[in-house]
């Protein structure tokens, strides 16, 4: 299965954007990079999935790398209600399994007044 | 309301009981998943279903046990055998050939 590596923890101040990277190098042609976060005592919620071209939705923007090994999720301009652990997954379901549907620690995004 | 019901939201039980963990959904998709989440850990898949009357082992699907009776319905039963149950547990589904998966709000439970 494809595999993501993402950074701990990150810090970054309110109102100012926020850049949280994700290497999955061992990415297949019809791998779809998902991003979810999940806020403290909750179940994580999708916020945006892409598969080459950068993408775009109200609550963030999805750059990815023409090779497809990395990708980058980014919050325009934070706010306190942002904090959260951010996952990068790629999942998959071939012959209808539940391949790649591995959540590993994520990212915890800490965000200061 | 559409969506993922867990419940109950929180959960105590003793040391060698049996409990089950309810989770419905009114999304009327296909598959459903188990999935438990340590303190400051990522998400282990338990068990999932693909369809009605049909589910699969995940990763850690030892001292656990599940049913789909219903496409509505998934609930988890947490044995006796689980060495260490005390944990959050997630339900999600998934819409068969879409990519998102949606989770429920989670259940506590903590076996004293």
């Known amino acids: 299965d494809a595999k993501t590596t993402q950074p701990n923890s990150m810090e970054s101040n309110e109102e100012e954007p926020v850049h949280l990277p994700c290497n999955h190098s061992t990415i297949s042609g019809t791998d779809y990079i998902h991003w979810y976060r999940q806020l403290p005592s909750q179940g994580p919620e999708y916020v945006i999935h892409g598969l080459t071209s950068n993408v775009n939705n109200r609550m963030a923007s999805l750059a990815i790398a023409e090779d497809r090994k990395s990708s980058t999720l980014i919050l325009h301009r934070a706010t306190l209600r942002d904090a959260a652990v951010y996952y990068c997954i790629l999942p998959t379901y071939s012959g209808g399994g539940a391949d790649g549907l591995t959540f590993g620690k994520g990212t915890h995004l800490i965000i200061q007044p | ?112």
């Open chain 2, 1 to 112: 309301d559409g969506g993922i019901t867990q419940s109950p939201k929180y959960l105590f039980r003793k040391e060698g009981q049996n409990v089950t963990l309810s989770c419905e959904q009114n999304l009327n998709h296909d598959a459903m998943y188990w999935y438990r989440q340590d303190p400051g850990q990522g998400l282990r898949l338990i068990y999932y279903s693909q369809i009605v009357n049909d589910f699969q082992k995940g990763d850690i699907a030892e001292g656990y046990s599940v049913s789909r009776e219903k496409k509505e319905s998934f609930p988890l039963t947490v044995t006796s055998a689980q060495k260490n149950p005390t944990a959050f547990y997630l339900c999600a589904t998934r819409l068969t050939g879409g990519n998102t998966i949606y989770f429920g709000e989670g259940s506590w439970l903590t076996v004293v």
